[in-house]
């Protein structure tokens, strides 16, 4: 039988042990650190997908006010195919199509 004192003493496997606790760390180590980009890049694609969304409804919505504005180019009457220049109380039906202006209160309304 081999005495305990023998294995206090000897350090022949010690240098193996270490060396798979070490493999065991950095492998734990890498893992970590993918799931923190893979998650980070999944935020920063989800962000790039909303920026996207904002920028095409923008185009649209500058596409409409720039089809609307030359509808009415030269056309006095066009305004009430936009308007239906019924005085419900709302001020924003006082507004100019494609002028961004209000109307003179002095002149009578059409």
Known sequence: MIPARRFVNEE????????????V???VMGA??????????NTVIEENRGQRAFE???AGIAAAERQLESDCIGDSACR?????DGDDGN??????VGSGRR????????
Not at 12 to 23: C, E, N, Y
């Open 12 to 23: 022949s496997g010690m240098t193996l042990a270490l060396a798979l606790i070490m493999i």
């Open 25 to 27: 760390l950095i492998g």
């Open 32 to 41: 970590g650190l993918l799931t923190f980009v893979n998650r980070n890049m």
């Open 56 to 58: 095409v409804a923008d």
């Open 80 to 84: 009430t195919g936009y308007d239906d």
């Open 91 to 96: 001020s924003d039906d006082d507004l100019l």
């Open 103 to 110: 109307p003179d209160p002095e002149q009578p309304r059409r």
